[in-house]
């Protein structure tokens, strides 16, 4: 009887009922690296770890970070949101960056977070990363987040657009 069963289940994809986003928006995300030590109170990241001796590209570098997210480019604009989390550079022969972090958002337009994580190839002009959850006004969410190089400062700041795109939000 469990044979029977276990054969009459489905091993397609499910496809989505929403082809749009239900919710759409634009945020700035800016890092603004901790290198000397008496930066701290500009500075949101900090390293935990340095880069390993293998490549020129800082591999191995684990960066923790608190940085504001903003509605606009200006790292002075009212905080939309915090992203917290941390970020390590995994490739030896190239600038890449894996990231795990969660947006928190306590505005009068968002409440609740969402946790975004994947690869930053930093190379790519654009580069997805995955929403896998969400609460409070992203309860359950499930998208995409599209990092864009806005700015950079040699390794001290970056600033990224990120196009986030959810399909599942409830």
């Given amino acids: 009887m469990l044979v029977s069963e276990s054969q009459s289940v489905s091993a397609t994809r499910k496809i989505s009922k929403y082809q749009k986003p239900r919710k759409q928006f634009v945020l700035y995300y800016h890092d603004n690296l901790l290198l000397d030590p008496d930066d701290v109170a500009n500075s949101t990241s900090a390293k935990v770890t340095s880069g390993t001796k293998l490549g020129n590209y ?58 975004i994580m994947g690869a930053d190839l930093m190379p790519e002009k654009t580069r997805d990363l995955s929403v896998v959850g969400g609460t409070g006004d992203f309860f359950m969410a499930r998208g995409i987040a599209t990092f864009t190089t806005d700015a950079v400062e040699g390794i001290k700041y970056f600033r990224l657009k990120m196009d986030i795109k959810l399909y599942e939000c409830y």
């Fill in 58 to 115: 800082e591999f191995g570098m684990v960066v923790v970070f608190n940085d504001p997210v903003t509605k606009d480019q200006s790292f002075q604009s009212p905080e939309a949101a915090t992203a917290q989390g941390f970020y390590f550079y995994n490739m030896k022969n190239d600038y890449s960056a894996w990231f795990a972090y969660t947006l928190v958002f306590n505005s009068s337009e968002y409440k609740g977070t969402l946790n």
